[in-house]
């Protein structure tokens, strides 16, 4: 049991966290471009500079281009409030955001960093959110970035681009391409944010020799990508990966010419029969048309060539990803059992129909590792391997590459801990340890969600944001008076540091399930 600490969660704290409001003191700061104005935490113990350009407007003849350099000012620039949030519909229910709402103009980036002279060299932390590459921003309330600056590190948070406007491929910009490639400019966004902290993170008292870039879903898919493209070699020396990676069948990167023949039917179907008509079209209108169903078109990373010479696990299988630190997992219930049964009722036989229909002739082999002897077998082991086919496998399989073949310690994790049903639905079943419940609880975020939080989860909160800046600060979670977390190896049993109100580390589990998986033909 984590030692407990006394607890309060007050409506005033929660309200600082949704409206971003507490800043004091204004503070300045010179970067490459120019002088930026930012404020301080309410405290005074945080320096927090908001809304930061770290590449160009991607708008008119930049659409569809990777990110250019940012135009230098005069004077002071005000750095105190969220920049717009890249377009992006109406996607996932929890998010929220505190930006002025969807534009092209959206490169901005945000620095959390320590009230100190500036000639330090903290170590610096930069999170890449998730959103299926197709929602996300920085302005939500679980990830800010003040309490983890106050354990001795700077923290960065960019928007990149996403969906048709950050990963659409097309012939006409493959052909207008220095390097022959299209697509991948959400993932380019990223990459130039990371320059852009070693070019200017010092004036903010960061070391840009002490970076380690970490995100959640598609923020960690975004890390595996990082990890394996020659662009972004040098430019961080450790990662944290929260539930995902390019590894299976989820997110799968296609090819150049998939992606640009996908891009094809998306113009046609605009009646934009040129690159400029394309490029004309108001933002709105190219959003809206992606929400309509369009068969066969989707809009998400690819092997271009250029950012991704090829597909991410020949990179690692290779050995040619960065050879760099690595802590990653997944939470416990990432998965629906609904993802399997579909509409029919969750009972043994379905479950084996289910299998049956989904595999063929490997079915058999599914069956054993998710057994369904009972109903409530059944309903657990649908869940669990919905989980694993959308992350868990691939998250596992990551950390095998990179344990295999990247010359670094790898370190293990799996979130455990199911959080509280609000007080408002004292009777709703819980959740368990679902997708993205991690986050509030990296960034001691807990305030952000209006939850009848308990004293166990705010000391798991202080527990793995500890973990997390120990790993930036090091390469390891490990500090005296923690639970001791062991490097991920055959020899020690492949241990995963278990996340929960009793955090402890222990053999791997499930080895057989993800092995049998990785044998198994790629889905269509």
């Given at each position: ?186 993932l380019m966004d990223q990459t130039a944010a990371l320059e852009w902290v070693r070019k200017n ?249 209006n939850l009848p939080w308990r004293p166990d989860d705010e000391d798991l909160s202080d527990l ?61």
């Open positions: 049991m984590i030692h407990t600490r006394k607890f309060q969660t007050t409506t005033l704290l929660a309200l600082a966290f949704l409206l971003g409001v507490g800043a004091q003191a204004a503070v300045q700061v010179k970067i490459d471009a120019g002088k930026l104005e930012g404020t301080t935490s309410a405290d005074s113990k945080v320096r927090i500079f908001k809304g930061i350009p770290y590449a160009a407007p991607p708008v008119g003849e930049l659409r569809w281009k990777p990110p250019q350099p940012v135009a230098h000012w005069k004077g002071v620039r005000q750095a105190t409030a969220f920049g717009a949030r890249c377009m992006q519909g109406n996607v996932y229910s929890d998010m929220i955001f505190r930006d002025p709402g969807p534009s092209e103009d959206c490169l901005y980036l945000n620095v959390w960093t320590p009230d100190v002279s500036g000639k330090e060299r903290l170590p610096v932390m930069v999170w890449i959110y998730g959103g299926g590459f197709s929602a996300g921003a920085t302005s939500e309330p679980r990830q800010d970035g003040e309490v983890l600056a106050k354990k001795g590190v700077v923290v960065v948070s960019m928007n990149y681009r996403l969906g048709v406007f950050g990963f659409f491929s097309h012939p006409e910009l493959t052909q207008e391409s220095a390097h022959h490639a299209s697509g991948n400019y959400g993170i010092a004036a903010f008292g960061g070391d840009p020799a002490k970076v380690t870039i970490f995100g959640e879903s598609a923020g960690s898919f975004s890390v595996s990508a990082q990890m394996a493209s020659p662009l972004a070699q040098g430019l961080f020396r450790s990662a944290i990966g929260e539930s995902g990676a390019f590894f299976s069948d989820t997110l799968r990167t296609r090819s150049l010419g998939a992606s640009e023949e996908s891009g094809k039917k998306f113009a046609a179907s605009l009646g934009a029969d040129s690159l400029a008509a394309l490029r004309a079209k108001p933002a709105d209108e190219l959003l809206q048309a992606t929400q309509k169903p369009h068969p066969g078109i989707r809009f998400a990373p690819n092997v271009d060539g250029y950012f991704l010479p090829e597909d991410v696990a020949s990179i690692y299988a290779s050995g040619k990803q960065s050879h760099i630190p690595l802590l990653a997992g997944w939470n416990a219930d990432e998965g629906s059992s609904d993802a399997i049964f579909k509409d029919d009722e969750p009972t043994a036989e379905n479950f084996v129909a289910a299998v049956r229909a989904l595999y063929g002739a490997n079915a058999d082999g599914i069956l054993k590792v998710y057994p369904s002897v009972t109903d409530e077998q059944a309903d657990r082991s649908a869940q669990d391997l919905a989980g694993d086919r959308s992350i868990a496998f691939s998250t596992w399989k990551w950390i095998e590459m990179q344990a295999a073949t990247g010359g670094s310690p790898v370190y293990r994790y799996e979130f455990d801990d199911a959080p509280p049903a609000p007080d408002s639905d004292p009777g709703e079943p819980s959740r368990g340890a679902y997708h993205s419940a991690e986050i509030e609880f990296v960034f001691e975020a807990l305030a952000s969600k793995i944001s500890s973990y997390w800046t120990n790993f930036a600060k090091t390469g390891d979670p490990n500090a005296p008076g923690l639970p001791h977390w062991p490097v991920y190896t055959k020899d020690a049993g492949f241990p995963v540091m278990h996340l929960s109100a009793n955090p402890h580390a222990a053999a791997e589990e499930h080895r057989a399930r993800y092995e049998l998986l990785q044998t198994l033909p790629p889905r269509p």
